[in-house]
């Protein structure tokens, strides 16, 4: 049974930092993994997803990559800003017939003005 | 607007009540899924459709029932509502078979159950 861990739980930085968020699964065999961002009291918003035979994605100041032999994920957020503050959440689709995501439990960002 | 509509947003009912969460999607999807996130904010699924029928069904009491009139909408029945249920409740939708199978979520339904 595919496990996500995300770590750290939660992470504060000061504005203007490049940090990287962290994602770890436990069976490699995904179709996909997406990262998502929750703000408080709000639903999820996808941020990038990759796919199992790509190694990268980017979108604007967000780069997100993927080792599918190690089983790890990781988010990097360039220049970060007060409105990068959330929490964000990876999750992993898995190959075969189950169509559900296996979240991780998040790292909630503070970016300190 | 496409995307993913919840109602209501906020519920709040005593323990014992019975309520339903609808969820509409207009993006086309023919899979839809119901996730929970509990306190600790983590989310876990509960159900998914695909073209109205019962696809995934994970170890949720039988007083959860989802109803799916049609691929746009798949509604959550809640039976005898208990304290524990009280959580945020997360309607999603994706395309079967589509290049990367990247799933759409709703704002999410915040019930309490007092």
């Known amino acids: 049974k595919q496990e996500v861990t995300q770590i750290p739980a939660a992470l504060s930085v000061p504005e203007g930092e490049n940090l990287v968020l962290n994602c770890s699964f436990t069976?490699?065999?995904?179709?996909?993994l997406q990262w998502f961002r929750q703000d408080p009291g709000k639903g999820l918003t996808s941020l990038l997803l990759i796919q199992s035979s790509q190694r990268e994605q980017t979108s604007g100041r967000l780069n997100a990559s993927l080792d599918k032999s190690s089983g790890r994920s990781t988010l990097y957020i360039a220049a970060s800003q007060p409105g990068d503050s959330a929490t964000y959440l990876c999750a992993a689709f898995p190959q075969g017939s189950a169509r559900q995501l296996t979240f991780g439990s998040g790292t909630q960002l503070t970016v300190l003005p | 607007d496409t995307a993913v509509s919840q109602t209501p947003k906020y519920l709040v009912t005593q323990m014992g009540n019975d309520k339903s969460i609808k969820c509409e999607q207009n993006l086309g999807h023919d899979t839809m899924y119901w996730y929970k996130q509990d306190s600790k904010k983590f989310l876990k699924i509960m159900f998914s459709?695909?073209?109205?029928?019962?696809?995934i069904n994970e170890t949720v009491p039988n007083r959860f029932s989802p109803k799916s009139p049609d691929k746009a909408h798949l509604n959550l029945h809640i039976n005898s509502l208990e304290l524990g249920d009280s959580a945020v409740y997360f309607c999603a939708s994706s395309q079967e078979g589509a290049y990367l199978n990247e799933q759409y979520f709703g704002p999410g339904t915040r019930l309490t159950v007092t």
């Open positions: 459709y695909n073209n109205k029928e019962l696809i």
């Open positions: 069976d490699s065999a995904i179709y996909n």
